[in-house]
């Protein structure tokens, strides 16, 4: 029998395999900006997405920026700003902090970033591309961070082939951004798809991050005599809306559940919930929550 040869992965594909953990699609990416975004302080974010955000994803901050030492080695992997030892998990409070979205990104698309450091005078860009990494260059930016992500998989056919349509791809997409629109009221969220806008939520002034507001709930999920959920005791703080129990369907639950500000799906939670209305609704009946 022919002896199995070993072979030692090049750092390129050992990137690739990990950007498959991480990157599934076009969602995935737009998830791992805003979240950077979001942890950068910023109160408006412009996202932008051709052909399903197969083509193009952009996304655009004015949060603090990135200082010209950190632009090349935030593309490195395990490098980020958010934490430095193990117990800074224990309170972390941003959304990211593993270091590996930029670095994966850049291992399956073409990406170029601009940002400019609040406290810095010019801003600096930087480009990946099949050619590697560019030098870092000073560009025009007045504030914040934009990164430009095109041809998602070009380089691994084998994903590439996976993807759905454009207009699944972009569902996924919207679908994401939903629950950022719906828990982040302080900031101003614009969305355009292939070239027009289709999401302008302004700001609720003096909101909250978490802080889940009438206004952004009416304006997603429509009108449905809600009524305001609130509790505050033994360490656990409870915001949102419930439908009037005149509103139930027997379809889709259409429950939106965050915890600490990030989207979850929990069944017991669930039906916690669902025991505590049980009774002001008709059996197996649903509602809509947020
Ligand atoms: P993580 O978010 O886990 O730290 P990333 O690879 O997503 O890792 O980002 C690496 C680092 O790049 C971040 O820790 C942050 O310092 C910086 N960064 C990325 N995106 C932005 C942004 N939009 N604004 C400011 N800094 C950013
Ligand atoms: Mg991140």
């Known amino acids: 029998m022919q002896k199995p040869k070993l072979n030692k992965l090049s750092p390129e594909i050992i990137n690739q395999i990990a950007a498959g953990e991480v990157i599934e699609r076009p969602a995935s990416i737009v998830k791992e900006l805003v979240d950077n975004s979001i942890d950068a302080q910023s109160t408006k974010i412009e996202i932008k997405v051709k052909n399903g955000g197969i083509d193009l994803i952009e996304v655009s901050d004015n949060g603090i920026g990135i200082p010209k030492e950190n632009i090349s080695s935030a593309f490195d992997s ?45 801003g600096n860009e930087i480009n990946y591309n099949e050619n590697g990494k560019s030098l870092v260059k000073s560009a025009a930016k007045e504030q914040g961070t934009t990164v430009n992500v095109e041809n998602i998989f070009y380089n691994i056919p084998a994903r590439f082939k996976y993807l759905k349509t454009a207009q699944t791809e972009y569902r996924k997409i919207y679908e994401l951004l939903l629950n950022y629109f719906l828990i982040f009221p302080n900031i101003h969220f614009i969305l355009y798809k292939d070239g027009k806008i289709v999401v302008d939520t302004s700001l609720v002034p003096n909101s909250k991050a978490g802080e889940i ?29 419930i439908a009037h129990p005149s509103t139930h369907k027997s379809k889709s639950s259409n429950s939106y559940i965050f915890l600490n500000n990030r989207p979850i799906t929990d069944r017991g939670i669930m039906r916690a919930i669902y025991e505590g209305y049980s009774r002001y609704l008709p059996y197996g009946e649903k509602i809509l929550l947020i």
Not at 86 to 110: C, K, M, P, Q, W
Not at 218 to 239: M, P, R, V
């Open 78 to 122: 395990h490098t980020t700003s958010k934490i430095e030892k193990i117990e800074d998990l224990n309170t972390l409070l941003s959304l990211g902090f593993r270091g590996e979205a930029l670095s994966t990104i850049t291992s399956v698309s073409r990406v170029k970033l601009v940002s400019k450091f609040q406290s810095e005078d010019l």
């Open 213 to 241: 507001s009438e206004e952004r709930v009416t304006k997603f999920l429509g009108s449905h005599n809600f009524l305001k959920l609130f509790s505050d005791g033994a360490g656990i703080k409870i915001n949102g809306y």
